[in-house]
Antibody, heavy 117, light 107 residues
Framework: QVQLVESGGGVVQPGRSLRLSCAAS????????VHWVRQAPGKGLEWVAV????????FYGDSVKGRFTISRDNSKNTLYLQMNSLTPEDTAVYYC??????????WGQGTLVTVSS | EIVMTQSPATLSVSPGERATLSCRAS???????LAWYQQKPGQAPRLLIY???TRATGIPARFSGSGSGTEFTLTISSLQSEDSAVYYC?????????FGGGTKVEI
């Protein structure tokens, strides 16, 4: 079955950087677009970014545009999220998600990013 | 950006009752590209409905979706205790994808 395992979360100071990873298995990773979705503590869901199956096309939410970069390595079945210039508002659980058509039927367990001094 | 607004924020219902959750879009959601999710505390969301009215794999028949354009509804026909959760709608018409703020269903 589909498995998505995020890693790389932790506590980071404002203004610093962090890179998240998502290891995928159980499906043909190289044939699917993959997304990041986040959820601040006690808040709702926020779509962060998407990357096309071949990595050529990327789209971002307005709150992260210019600071976050999504990428993938299809040879390693791994998705990445490079997060720069982090602020406390970026504190959230970050989910790696995949679905058939930009809705999400497979979610990882999430990794918590806390931005705090 | 399409803004998704859900109502009510909280819904308190008794077991066996029907629950009706609303999701309104700030502009038309083309091709009914609208999904619903259920999230329980400490868990990742679970897809319930896509295409506004198609149940995802393994979702019980008591969950149904309807609507078009800017007005969508999730109905839970006979609430069970395990349906206590937060429910989110999401459009996938274009970028950016956006979610509603959620409706908490208390049983």
């Amino acid at each position: 079955q589909v498995q998505l395992v995020e890693s790389g979360g932790g506590v980071v100071q404002p203004g610093r950087s962090l890179r998240l990873s998502c290891a995928a298995s159980g499906f043909t990773f190289s044939s699917n677009a993959v997304h990041w979705v986040r959820q601040a503590p006690g808040k709702g869901l926020e779509w962060v970014a998407v990357i096309s199956y071949d990595g050529r096309n990327k789209f971002y939410g307005d709150s992260v545009k210019g600071r976050f970069t999504i990428s993938r390595d299809n040879s390693k079945n791994t998705l990445y999220l490079q997060m720069n210039s982090l602020t406390p508002e970026d504190t959230a659980v970050y989910y790696c998600v995949v679905g058939a058509a930009n809705y999400f039927d497979n979610w990882g367990q999430g990794t918590l990013v806390t931005v705090s001094s | 950006e399409i803004v998704m607004t859900q109502s009510p924020a909280t819904l308190s219902v008794s077991p066996g009752e029907r629950a009706t959750l609303s999701c309104r879009a700030s502009q038309s959601v083309s091709s009914n590209y609208l999904a619903w999710y259920q999230q329980k505390p400490g868990q990742a969301p679970r897809l319930l409905i896509y295409g506004a009215s198609t149940r995802a794999t393994g979702i019980p028949a008591r969950f149904s979706g309807s609507g078009s354009g800017t007005e969508f509804t999730l109905t839970i026909s006979s609430l069970q205790s395990e349906d206590s959760a937060v429910y989110y709608c999401q459009h996938y018409t274009d970028w950016p994808l956006t979610f509603g703020g959620g409706t908490k269903v208390e049983i």
